[in-house]
């Protein structure tokens, strides 16, 4: 839906334009008309002439064919303003910031609506409503500052809140964050996050196209289009992170309360993040660091040379990079010897390599010619340098700025002295670099860009077709009862133990010749079977059958008993529950009390694939127990991997399956068999 009208309009009428600097009609005109070069109009009924703009008292006044129209009315007088636009002056694009729509009312939402109808109508697009704008490099329609630089090699951002957007910016510039295109999508009625994205991937040019985006998510509306287009991104070379706010209970409450959101669990977000590629933020700054380091050089290996003329920040930076898996070699050698001749007695060259806090810029580029060329072990390398005091740092600044473009191995410069020396390193970041002012936020950045998502590219399949619509169709809504759980499991390849359901004394007088012990009873109706004795072990004949019978029947809503073969293994646990917006995520694990006391579980989002399922098994912190423990018969791993695949196969299809728990499975090396499950349908309309 994104179009060229928006992203690169040769007219632009801004509805509400204003005199007002303070008012937002005055504001985006006058970011327009510094932005701009091609033709702008203006509407106002009070007035002649605004910012030097003749204006048109009415949008019926306007010429035909005004590519991008930015509305700063009252919600009241938008749709009246789209549809002219849209069905008879031929406007494609359109950005409306006011508010007052379904974020407030039931009839700002019924205003909403009628303006997609129309704007849909003429194959157009919307930015907003309740949004600050949208710019790029051809123009910025948007009220607030700052004005990012921008640049193709900078980021593109898309943000569900104008003001986190405005915020992340403020954040981003005295970094050296630099921007490609700002989306502020507000309340999504058009146009969402996973919109903006799908446009990015599909419009994507390996050579002039950004190869950085970053999102900042209040809604996810379409989970599968997100995973879908973040993916197909990142396996053509482009970084994606995000921050996913409202994933907790009082966030919920906060997203719902400004956006209108639903807010999802914690889990799933991780999950459809984990699996699409996007490394995940939590914070604002967080996500302006990760950014900031997309845009420098990327490096293999894990090994850092810090150097410093500070030894506090080092020490803080060695800790926070050895903690999360990096290595801060230390360096020895007839190398070391010749650097330590040329800088200041009392310099280590260890690593941190430390040149003291009257160390010159002739100091730091013979500290990094070495790190460059002599230290072969070295990956990367960290500048730490501030204000001393002593002297000026401009040219320890130009040192570093010419070794940033000459050096193979990467550069980050951290300069902290925000406030002693701002000039000049607003200077260093005008050359196109950038800056990370506080060490351990850099350096725990850094590993979540390195080791985040494991690099995973693998393409993204539907998996094999699981036809049950014919069988759902017949399901009522809620729990389906034992004989139809059975029914539904055994569509999909996943053995279930043998069972019998029996509601009477007189059924059980009917089957008991066919039941062979030892076997399980468990009692049909109560939810949790165990809390209320629900569940006998290891029946061994048939007159003790009939005794535990009568007495799970005496149980408070039972309705029946079922009863099983009595199976040995290891017990293993899998189930999905559905998120809306997300999809299915999946969790397995070791059942019994490792899922339900210890919650040793893994999850994707569905559908999973074989190497997929693999790796949540082998990451459960029981792995070993699935392996065979102390002379133990293990699990048939690639066999659990396989049910894993086939049971999201099954969700991911059967988006009316909301909650499905195999509990237990149970495993050994030759097979897998569930034992008990429950399954939630849930078809709606």
């Known amino acids: 839906m994104v179009n060229q009208q928006l992203l690169n309009p040769q007219s ?115 930015i907003g409503p309740n949004c600050i704008g949208m710019m790029n490099q051809n123009h910025h ?49 058009q146009i969402g996050v996973e919109d903006v994205l799908e446009y990015l991937d599909l419009s994507y040019n390996p050579k002039t196209s950004s190869k950085i985006k970053l999102l900042y998510i209040e809604s996810v509306n379409d989970g599968k289009k997100l995973l879908k287009h973040a993916r197909s991104l990142i396996n053509k070379g482009c970084k994606i992170a995000g921050i996913k706010a409202g994933f907790s209970e009082d966030g919920s409450r906060a997203a719902s309360s400004h956006t209108g959101a639903m807010a999802n669990s914690d889990m799933a977000v991780d999950a459809l993040f984990k699996k699409a590629g996007i490394v995940r933020c939590y914070g604002r700054m967080e996500l302006a660091v990760v950014g900031a380091i997309y845009m420098t050089k990327e490096f293999e290996g894990r090994n850092i040379a810090i150097i410093t003329h500070a030894g506090g920040p080092a020490v803080m930076l060695t800790d926070t990079l050895s903690k999360a898996g990096f290595k801060v070699p230390k360096l020895d050698g007839e190398a070391t ?29 013979a500290i990094i010619d070495a790190c460059e060329n002599d230290f072969d072990q070295i990956d990367a390398i960290v500048v730490i340098f501030g204000s001393s005091g002593l002297f000026p740092v401009k040219e320890v600044y130009e040192v570093l700025h010419q070794k940033s473009l000459s050096c193979q191995k990467p550069i980050f410069a951290i300069l902290p002295s925000i406030i002693n020396v701002k000039d ?94 030892p076997v399980v009873l468990k009692v049909i109706g109560p939810v949790h079977k165990s809390d209320v004795g629900g569940v006998f072990l290891n029946v061994k004949d048939a007159e003790e059958l009939y005794d535990k019978y009568d007495k799970l029947m005496q149980i408070e809503g039972a309705e029946g008993v079922l009863i099983q073969q009595m199976v040995s293994g290891i017990e293993l646990f899998l189930g999905a529950k559905y998120d809306e917006g997300f999809g299915h995520t999946i969790l397995c694990g070791l059942g019994g009390v490792f899922v339900e006391v210890l919650k040793d ?53 059967h988006p009316e399956i909301k909650e499905i728990d195999l509990n237990p499975l149970m495993g050994n090396l030759k097979r897998i068999v569930a034992v008990d499950a429950r399954i939630r349908i849930e078809k709606g309309e």
């Open 601 to 653: 579980v893994s999850y994707s989002m569905a559908p999973v694939s074989k190497d997929e399922a693999l790796n949540m098994i082998k990451s459960l912190k029981g792995i070993k127990i699935l392996h065979g423990l102390r002379g133990q018969e293990g699990v048939n791993i690639d066999l659990f991997a396989e049910i894993i695949v086939q049971f999201s196969n099954l969700v991911y299809q």
């Open 337 to 365: 010897e010749k650097l330590k001749e040329k800088l200041y007695d009392g310099s280590s060259v260890a690593n941190p390599i430390d040149f003291l806090a009257t160390g010159n810029a002739e100091q730091l580029a």
């Open 141 to 189: 329609s948007v009220f607030t500052t700052p004005i990012p630089v921008f640049s193709n090699k900078g980021v593109d951002f898309i943000s569900g809140s104008g003001a986190t957007a405005v915020f992340i910016m403020e954040i981003g510039r005295p970094l050296g964050l630099r921007f490609n295109s700002v989306y502020s999508v507000g309340n999504s009625a």
């Open 424 to 517: 000049d390193i607003e200077t260093f970041i005008s050359k196109g670099h950038v800056n990370f002012p506080d060490e351990v936020i850099f350096g725990e950045a850094l590993a979540k860009v390195y080791f985040s998502n494991d690099n995973n590219t693998e393409e993204i399949r539907d998996g094999s077709v699981v036809d049950l619509e014919d069988l759902i169709e017949k399901f009522e809504d809620g729990y389906l009862p034992p004989e139809k759980v059975s029914a539904l499991i055994s569509k999909v390849d996943i053995p279930f133990v043998a069972e019998l359901v029996l509601r009477s004394t007189q059924e059980l007088d009917m089957r008991i010749n066919h039941v062979e012990f």
């Open 12 to 126: 632009i009428v801004v509805i509400g334009g204003s005199n007002d600097l303070s008012k937002p009609g005055g504001k985006i005109l006058h970011h327009i008309l510094k932005s701009f070069k091609g033709k702008i109009y203006v509407t106002n009924p009070k007035t002649a002439h605004v910012q030097g703009i003749e204006t048109f008292s009415a949008v019926e006044d306007l010429p035909d064919n005004i590519d991008l129209a930015v509305i700063a009315v009252a919600a009241k007088y938008c749709p009246c303003a789209v549809k002219t636009l849209a069905l008879n002056k031929g406007t494609k694009a359109f950005i409306i910031i006011s508010a007052g729509f379904s974020e407030e009312s039931e009839q700002g939402a019924l205003y909403e609506r009628e303006i997609v109808e129309v704007i849909n109508q003429v194959d157009g697009c919307l």
